[in-house]
């Protein structure tokens, strides 16, 4: 297979997919007829990772988590994906939602810890706070800021989705 002449099409992937799940079955990987060069540039050609990222990992679902990763609510655990870091959280009800870590005053990164259980995460710059849902709950000096509408500054969430026991994101911005 190759795979740096993207973009397939729908047959040449599903044939992809077949020819891996075979593989998976019978325990075979793919042999060139002969030695094969792979060039370098594969990977390391920036312009080609961005292709990637946008085109694979920007459109497709990517496993971020195991569900056992984050057993009760307000667990919380950073993932890195392919495009940003986010944060997932265990909610009240059982579900996990996904954000993107970064602050929505001034961009800082926002939670720093790994994984953890917490119900709030205060950024460490400026002291805004957010709930494990997003919301923005507390701004710091808050009258100093004038009329701030906290609604619409709550956290950027993707698309979370859980499968058996895993969770998944679907998302262009990031993926698990
Ligand atoms: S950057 Fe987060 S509170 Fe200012």
């Given at each position: 297979m190759v795979f740096t002449d993207l973009p397939y099409d729908a047959g040449q992937k599903a044939e992809f997919a077949r020819q891996m799940f075979g593989h998976i079955e019978n325990r075979t990987t793919d042999l060139a007829d002969e030695i094969l060069e792979v060039d370098p540039r594969s990977y390391s050609d920036p312009a080609l990772a961005r292709r990637e990222r946008a085109e694979i990992f920007g459109t497709v679902p990517v496993?971020?988590?195991?569900g056992s990763q984050l057993p009760e609510p307000h667990d919380f655990l950073t993932v890195q994906l392919p495009n940003n870091e986010i944060v997932l959280v265990r909610q009240p009800d059982g579900e996990v939602r996904g954000f993107v870590?970064?602050?929505?005053?001034?961009?800082?990164?926002?939670?720093?810890?790994d994984a953890g259980s917490r119900r709030f995460f205060s950024c460490r710059?400026?002291?805004w706070t957010f709930a494990g849902d997003g919301t923005l709950r507390a701004i710091a000096h808050?009258?100093?800021?004038?009329?701030?509408?906290?609604?619409?500054?709550g956290l950027l969430e993707v698309p979370v989705e859980q499968r058996h026991v895993s969770s998944g994101s679907w998302t262009r911005r990031a993926v698990m």
């Amino acid at each position: 297979m190759v795979f740096t002449d993207l973009p397939y099409d729908a047959g040449q992937k599903a044939e992809f997919a077949r020819q891996m799940f075979g593989h998976i079955e019978n325990r075979t990987t793919d042999l060139a007829d002969e030695i094969l060069e792979v060039d370098p540039r594969s990977y390391s050609d920036p312009a080609l990772a961005r292709r990637e990222r946008a085109e694979i990992f920007g459109t497709v679902p990517v496993v971020a988590a195991h569900g056992s990763q984050l057993p009760e609510p307000h667990d919380f655990l950073t993932v890195q994906l392919p495009n940003n870091e986010i944060v997932l959280v265990r909610q009240p009800d059982g579900e996990v939602r996904g954000f993107v870590n970064i602050c929505r005053h001034r961009g800082a990164r926002l939670v720093m810890d790994d994984a953890g259980s917490r119900r709030f995460f205060s950024c460490r710059y400026h002291g805004w706070t957010f709930a494990g849902d997003g919301t923005l709950r507390a701004i710091a000096h808050e009258p100093t800021f004038g009329q701030v509408d906290k609604s619409c500054l709550g956290l950027l969430e993707v698309p979370v989705e859980q499968r058996h026991v895993s969770s998944g994101s679907w998302t262009r911005r990031a993926v698990m």
